[in-house]
């Protein structure tokens, strides 16, 4: 049995970041997970992800987002990598639907920096996108995306630095907690300590699952297509973006590698019912979709396939996120449910995840992300 100040159970993009958060401030911490650092098997691998404030999802979501910039910046100053690359990030789709008027309403009540453009403009200033004359296009010019193993491995390693404990390919079967203590048993070893912190990803349910919230797994698929313009890639100007059209809702990323253009389908997704042993084969309905959203909007990407991969969303009934302290264990605290667009957040939600396991008041507003909110039990 070993015992420690904390412990943090996943160490995934939130993981690392609370386990960072718990080292620099001097504390004895180990993280646990059942996989390598940055791996492949969860939701945060694929290169990269985009990161923006004008989030369409929620006004409410902009101050953690301004506190995860300035975090974001700080690790990358302590790693001295490049983490986040500021390319903009182009939000296309019809007024009414839900992506133009929820970045422009996040824009207004934060006084948020935007760009609103015509299906024109948006190809004189981008000559790879199309869009047709129904729609309306916004560019955030501070948006962009981060290298998200890079992020991962960056604050996992700082946390070493600082005196953290790293156990990896170590499964945990379980954890309790008493006032003060908690014990969490793995398939090496016992540890205990006075905080800890749950960010499992896919596996939240097996941790979780006293909250009687249903989290839902989901499988996504991203693709690497070659393009056969220079228009598309990021040192000619190419944004990230995120178009909502009548099939569905995609994102993606210029050209950073010979890779080409990353795309994905937010909408959609097979359900998963064991994270170990999901489906990571190539389907041609989800191939063909994307081809087809290219083919409309963004015309001089090639159909050739550089690189196909698949990752978890975890959904939760609202999909917004979870966040909190246990209702029964007020030194055990969570995230879970991130719902395919939460690691942009990661810097921030280490820092509350920390705060809140240690009884202290976390000066990010997370209450709207509670787990006693109506709408997980009722949707």
Same mark, same amino acid.
């Given at each position: 049995?070993?015992?420690?100040?904390?412990?943090?159970?996943?160490?995934?993009?939130?993981?690392?970041? $609370?386990?960072?958060?718990?080292?620099?401030?001097?504390?004895?911490?180990?993280? *646990?997970? /059942?996989?390598?650092?940055?791996?492949?098997?969860? %939701?945060?691998?694929?290169?990269?992800?985009?990161?923006?404030?004008?989030?369409?999802?929620?006004?409410?979501?902009?101050?953690?987002?301004? /506190?995860?910039?300035?975090?974001?910046?700080?690790?990358?100053?302590?790693?001295?990598?490049?983490?986040?690359?500021?390319?903009?990030?182009?939000?296309?789709?019809?007024?009414?639907?839900?992506?133009? @008027?929820?970045?422009?309403?996040?824009?207004?009540?934060?006084?948020?920096?935007?760009?609103?453009?015509?299906?024109?403009?948006?190809?004189?200033?981008?000559?790879?996108? =199309?869009?047709?004359?129904?729609?309306?296009?916004?560019?955030?010019?501070?948006?962009?995306?981060?290298?998200?193993? @890079?992020?991962?491995?960056?604050?996992? $390693?700082?946390?070493?630095?600082?005196?953290?404990?790293?156990?990896?390919?170590?499964?945990?079967?379980?954890?309790?907690?008493?006032?003060?203590?908690?014990?969490?048993?793995?398939?090496? @070893?016992?540890?205990?300590?006075?905080?800890? =912190?749950?960010?499992?990803?896919?596996?939240? %349910?097996?941790?979780?699952?006293?909250?009687?919230?249903?989290?839902?797994?989901?499988?996504?698929?991203?693709?690497?297509?070659?393009?056969?313009?220079?228009?598309?890639?990021?040192?000619?100007?190419?944004?990230?973006?995120?178009?909502?059209?009548?099939?569905?809702?995609?994102?993606?990323?210029?050209?950073?590698?010979?890779?080409?253009?990353?795309?994905?389908?937010?909408?959609?997704?097979?359900?998963?019912?064991?994270?170990? %042993?999901?489906?990571?084969?190539?389907?041609?309905?989800?191939?063909? /979709?994307?081809?087809?959203?290219?083919?409309?909007?963004?015309?001089? =990407?090639?159909? &050739?396939?550089?690189?196909?991969?698949?990752?978890?969303?975890?959904?939760?009934?609202?999909?917004?996120?979870?966040?909190?302290?246990?209702?029964?264990?007020?030194?055990?605290?969570?995230?879970?449910? *991130?719902?395919?667009?939460?690691?942009?957040?990661?810097?921030?939600?280490?820092?509350? *995840?920390?705060? *809140?396991?240690?009884?202290?008041?976390?000066?990010?507003?997370?209450?709207?992300?509670?787990? /006693? &909110? $109506?709408?997980?039990?009722?949707?």
């Amino acid at each position: 049995m070993q015992h420690f100040d904390a412990i943090v159970l996943g160490v995934g993009g939130m993981g690392s970041s $609370a386990l960072d958060h718990f080292a620099r401030r001097g504390m004895k911490v180990v993280g *646990l997970d /059942r996989f390598p650092i940055a791996h492949d098997r969860g %939701s945060s691998h694929g290169q990269t992800r985009l990161i923006r404030q004008a989030y369409f999802e929620h006004p409410d979501y902009v101050p953690l987002l301004k /506190r995860a910039y300035a975090l974001w910046d700080d690790l990358e100053a302590r790693t001295g990598q490049s983490l986040f690359r500021k390319s903009g990030v182009l939000q296309v789709g019809p007024r009414g639907g839900r992506v133009i @008027d929820g970045v422009l309403a996040s824009a207004q009540q934060h006084k948020l920096a935007i760009d609103v453009l015509t299906p024109r403009e948006v190809t004189e200033r981008f000559p790879g996108f =199309v869009c047709p004359d129904s729609v309306t296009a916004v560019l955030e010019r501070q948006a962009g995306y981060l290298f998200v193993e @890079d992020c991962i491995r960056g604050a996992a $390693a700082q946390a070493v630095q600082a005196g953290a404990v790293l156990r990896t390919d170590e499964t945990v079967k379980g954890w309790s907690a008493t006032p003060g203590r908690v014990e969490v048993e793995t398939d090496r @070893d016992t540890y205990t300590a006075s905080h800890l =912190v749950i960010t499992a990803g896919s596996w939240a %349910s097996d941790f979780l699952g006293d909250l009687g919230i249903r989290f839902e797994v989901v499988r996504k698929s991203l693709y690497w297509f070659e393009a056969d313009s220079p228009v598309y890639h990021v040192d000619n100007g190419a944004p990230g973006f995120i178009i909502e059209s009548p099939t569905g809702n995609f994102y993606g990323f210029p050209q950073i590698s010979p890779l080409g253009v990353k795309v994905a389908e937010h909408t959609g997704g097979y359900p998963v019912p064991n994270p170990l %042993s999901y489906d990571r084969e190539e389907h041609a309905e989800e191939t063909d /979709r994307v081809i087809g959203f290219l083919a409309e909007y963004l015309p001089q =990407v090639s159909t &050739r396939k550089a690189k196909f991969d698949a990752c978890l969303y975890t959904l939760s009934p609202d999909r917004n996120f979870v966040v909190d302290r246990h209702p029964e264990h007020p030194h055990v605290s969570f995230a879970a449910g *991130l719902s395919g667009h939460g690691f942009k957040f990661a810097s921030v939600l280490g820092e509350v *995840l920390a705060d *809140l396991s240690m009884g202290q008041q976390t000066s990010a507003p997370v209450e709207f992300l509670s787990s /006693r &909110r $109506a709408a997980l039990f009722t949707s």
